[in-house]
């Protein structure tokens, strides 16, 4: 769902809710996991489990460069057939419970997001995830939104969600 309002503090994210920013050129993005925080942050963290679930079904990740730690870099390759999508950034920080990071589609290399995503512990193994990505134009994010990057939330959420129900996390 795309919203344009800030949700209020008891709505419950079963489902990712996007919420393109009014004032500055970012994104929103609220979901909640059956997981607890250390969890979410492996599944954010650790190449292996990354690549399991992150974009759209249709697409397979491959992990070119991981250092996930304060001052780490990425890049990691999602194909589909002959398509490429390669994407880039840098770890400025790396916490118990947030992670910031520079995030970059080679095809608009020009086009960085810096993005801050946190792990809220809601108690009884339940996290919300909120994501926040600052980007550098309003048709910066409006072609961010465009992309079908909602699909491809949805899509690798669901997938996270299985790899948690499996224990694998």
Partial sequence: M?????PDAT??????????????PAVHIWRDFDATPEQMMRAHTEADLFAQWIGPDSLATHIDEWT?????????VARRGDEEYAFRGTFP???????????????????????TVTFE?????RTR????????SFEG?????ASGMETGIHEGYAKLDAL??????
């Fill in 2 to 6: 795309t919203t344009t309002q800030i």
């Fill in 11 to 24: 709505t419950r994210y079963p489902e990712a809710a996007i919420l393109a920013d009014e004032h500055v």
């Fill in 68 to 76: 996930c730690r304060t001052n780490g870099a990425y890049r990691y």
């Fill in 93 to 115: 920080f790396v916490g118990d419970t947030k992670i910031i990071q520079t995030f970059t589609w080679e095809g608009m290399p020009e086009a960085i997001a810096l993005e």
């Fill in 121 to 125: 512990d809601l108690g009884d193994g």
């Fill in 129 to 136: 995830l909120h994501a926040f990505s600052l980007c550098d």
């Fill in 141 to 145: 994010r409006d072609q961010m939104l």
């Fill in 164 to 169: 948690l129900a499996q224990g694998s996390v």
